[in-house]
């Protein structure tokens, strides 16, 4: 198991910001816009697209741009992406 001492910063929007993450964001080759049910949340979409709800970081990783937008709230979205197998 990777520890949290070993892990190095690395900068992300072109040096805008600096995080520390265990593993790289996920960058689907191409996606699929869709209308978003707040109620169902990210996990019902993986399950339903994806075929599981443990790729939910992939939803995440996808809409990571609009989540923030919205400062996490994800009944302020509107459409999201779905990566696309």
């Known amino acids: 198991m990777i520890q949290w001492l070993e892990v190095e910063e690395q900068e992300y929007f072109n040096g805008k910001y600096k995080a520390k993450l265990y593993r790289k964001f996920y960058i689907p080759a191409s ?8 109620e169902y949340g990210l996990d019902r979409y993986a399950l339903d697209h994806l075929g ?14 609009q989540i923030a937008e919205c400062l996490g709230d994800l009944d302020r979205i509107k459409k999201i992406e779905v990566p696309v197998e």
């Open 31 to 38: 996606t699929l816009k869709i209308e978003f049910k707040p």
């Open 52 to 65: 599981s709800e443990l790729f939910n970081y992939k939803m995440i990783d996808t809409n990571k741009v």
